[in-house]
Structure formats: C-alpha cells, structure tokens
C-alpha cells in the first residue's frame, strides 16, 4: 500500500471543523496497516484570524466530555463561568419556576475563547505530533474539482484559494476528502453537495449584548438588589425570564462574575446585508433595545429594565435554518454542524457542532479498510437519527405560540413548569457518546 498521506482538507476553523481536525488527530485507524497511510490535516478558514463576534455559548455535560478529550477542557474552563443550572423565571411572578439541569458539568464561556482554546491545541498537537496539520486563515476557496474515481487512490480533490484579503491567487491543494464545516452559508455545499438546498430566514434574529458591571460602576450592594419576587438572586449562573413565548437570557460568562451576557430572539424582517451579522451596518441598535425593554416591562422584576440599560453595544445574528433531511455527502465531499443541518439555537448547537466532528473522525479510522463512498454512508446512518431527534425537539420550541394576555401567560408559566419536570426525569439526557458508538459493518 502507498506512503501517501490521506489528506483531509477541512473548510472552516469554527467549532465543527476544529473538533474534527483534533479528533483524527486521536483517531488512528484501528488497523495493523495504519502506518501506511499517515494523516495530513489542513484546516483553512475564510477570516484573518478568530472571528470576534458570537455569543456566550452554553457547553453541556456531553460538549465538555468531548473537549476535554481533545485536550481542549484544560485551557477553556478557567476562562469559563460554571453553570449549576438554567434557572427559568416567571415574568408575571418574579419567582423561580424551576432549574433546568441542575448539578451538571456545565459551563458558559465566548464562543471566541472556545475557538481560540481549540485553535491552540491543535498548535500543540502540530509541535508534538508527527502527523501534520496546519491552519490557514485569510484563504478563501476559488475552484473545487474532483479527479478520478471516488474510491481509488489515483483519485481526490484539487482546491485552488486566493488570499481573501487582497485577491491574489493563492495555493492549490491536493486532498482525499473535503469536510465542509462552514456554516449556513456553506461554499461546499452549494457548490459541490447540494446547490438546491438552500436556507431559509426564519423571521428572527438573536440580538445579544455584554455588560461589564466594573466598568458600569455598579455596586455590590446594588447587585444584592437585583432579586425574584422570591428573594432569590435573579442571577446565580444563568437565568432565562419568561414571558408567554418570549425569553431573555442573562447570564455570566467568565469566572469572575463582573461581566453578564444579555441575549433575546426577536422577529425582524430581513435585511440585505445579514449574512455573517452586524454590528453597525445601519442596525437600529437603539431601536432593539427599546423594544426588549418594552417586551419586558411591567411584571414582577423591576430591576430588568436597568440590567438591560447596562448593555450600550448591541449584535445581531439572523436565524437562518436549513430543510429537514436533505444530502450530506457526493464523491469526496462532506458537511457536517450547520453546514448539513442548520436549526434554530436549542442551547446545545455547539455541542451538536463538536459532536459531529467527533462522530466523522470516529468513521475516518477504518479509511485503510473502507472505501470513502461507504464511510460517509456510516456516519450518515449513526447521525441522521440524532439529528431527527434534535430538529424535532427544537422546531416544537422554536415554533411554539403563547396565548395572548394575562390568561396565555399563566398558562406559559404552567406548561414551562411542567417541561421541567419532564427534563427532570430524563436521567440519561447528556448520557450518549458517539465515541463508543458501534460502527457499521
């Protein structure tokens, strides 16, 4: 058998494609053979460097078994804020619903802290290894063709780039798969899995802002006022204020507790200009902020209204979803978290994104003994059930509709206190782990 690297070229240095440059990097193939085929990773990202915006992102059980893994966990959690439960409170009331997961090892963290603590560890593994794996920011794709036959080692795929800065043309790389981890708007799979798939706007977007209580002045003995109607803290980790079918989120997510992250999905009509989000652009920042004050106003949280003001700098991401089902994989090309199956925010998308990743490289270790038509088909048959499952789960939130009034908000506050309880008593929620998945024959 030939000496030649197995190339794999990944599209996109977001969770997804990281989780799965570090997984190969842990999955050798379970054969004697293995040595002759050693691995080369190439992980080429469109942005000059780690993308800055993106949200504080909740890391489960599941997602932070994953990370520490991939030697990831080490260097994300003393950055992290601790989650001991998603405390859900009653507009209407001011007081506690419930605690969704509660006692798990949870964490909140910058999605751009998450990115930068996988990046370095793959710099790590690229100093340690003798396998090879780089990263490459600033390069955008220019041309994708595939050569010869998609089962034979004659065969593979030519990619040409440009700098994505000053346009001039770039390299031109040779690889035996493509893993196409970009996104929604994903370039592989528009131009090589599925052109005819395309996204659709959901009507929303997540607006998000940071608070920096140090900088804001805010006192401990005024934080001390920030209380439920219950005398509780209305911030112990995380909080979610429900009102009818609306929510907003408030949450720490560094471990000193000085900085809140605020987050509210509103309906917005869309804009021509919302493909990677804003920040300025013309986005009437002032304009959101009134409405989520006006949203929450009233009830039995007054201090509601002066957490929000604490949030000068507003962003905003557009829901954008892709269609049940659809192809994830032709010839030597594949897509994987949002690229193949792209749904509201649930609360574990990033997760969802790494386990992905990890559940790929799983498959890759037979690529001495499988042909790459039948891998991809395996990780297709281990992953579309999940994927199902999460869709659905997520949809029947997503498209949920409160009553309207006084009457359609207790019902909410009621029909949210039994959706805790229901969570309550699913014991093995986070229990599945795709590494100990048993492969297709």
């Not at 829901?319 to 090309?333: H, S």
Request: contains cysteine; proline residues 5%; neutral net charge.
């Amino acid at each position: 058998m030939s000496n030649k690297p197995f190339h794999v070229l990944i599209v996109g240095a977001g969770p997804a494609g990281l989780a799965t440059a570090l997984a190969l990097t842990k999955n050798t193939p379970a054969t004697p053979s293995a040595t002759s085929s050693p691995l080369r990773i190439t992980v080429v990202e469109l942005r000059d460097g780690v993308q800055t915006l993106g949200g504080a992102v909740n890391l489960t059980p599941l997602a932070l078994r994953y990370l520490d893994w991939l030697g990831v966990g080490e260097k994300l959690r003393p950055q992290a804020s601790t989650v001991s439960a998603i405390e859900i409170v009653g507009h209407r009331t001011g007081q506690l619903l419930g605690r969704m997961w509660p006692g798990v090892d949870a964490v909140r963290v910058q999605r751009r802290v998450l990115v930068e603590a996988m990046r370095d560890a793959i710099y790590e593994v690229a100093q340690t290894d003798d396998q090879r794996i780089e990263i490459l920011y600033g390069t955008k794709i220019r041309e994708i063709k595939e050569f010869g036959k998609v089962n034979e080692q004659d065969g593979g795929m030519q990619v040409a780039f440009i700098n994505n800065t000053t346009g001039e043309d770039g390299c031109t790389l040779e690889a035996d798969i493509v893993v196409g981890c970009d996104g929604i708007h994903s370039q592989i799979r528009n131009a090589v899995i599925e052109p005819t798939r395309q996204k659709t706007y959901s009507g929303r977007c997540n607006s998000y802002g940071y608070a920096d209580l140090r900088k804001s002045n805010i006192s401990p003995e005024r934080l001390q006022e920030w209380i439920r109607a219950d005398g509780g803290p209305l911030v112990t980790d995380t909080s979610l204020i429900f009102k009818g079918s609306e929510s907003l989120l408030i949450t720490y997510y560094e471990p000193s507790h000085q900085q809140l992250y605020l987050a509210f999905v509103n309906s917005m009509e869309e804009k021509t200009d919302m493909r990677e989000g804003w920040a300025a652009h013309g986005a009437d920042k002032a304009g959101i902020k009134k409405q989520i004050k006006e949203t929450f106003e009233g009830g039995k949280l007054p201090c509601l209204s002066e957490i929000i003001d604490l949030c000068h700098e507003w962003f905003f991401f557009p829901v954008y979803m892709l269609p049940l089902e659809g192809t994830w994989y032709k010839g030597r090309a594949i897509v994987i978290g949002d690229a193949a199956h792209a749904m509201p925010p649930q609360g574990e998308s990033t997760g969802i994104a790494i386990e992905d990743g990890v559940l790929l490289a799983r498959v890759l270790s037979r690529r001495t003994t499988k042909t790459i038509d039948s891998i991809f088909a395996d990780f297709e048959t281990l992953r579309r059930p999940d994927i199902r499952e999460f869709y659905k789960e997520t949809m029947s939130r997503w498209n949920a509709k409160a009553p309207g009034g006084w009457l359609g908000n207790i019902a909410m506050d009621w029909f949210t206190w039994g959706f805790l309880k229901l969570m309550g008593l699913r014991k093995d929620y986070f229990g599945r782990d795709v590494r100990n998945r048993e492969l297709p024959e």
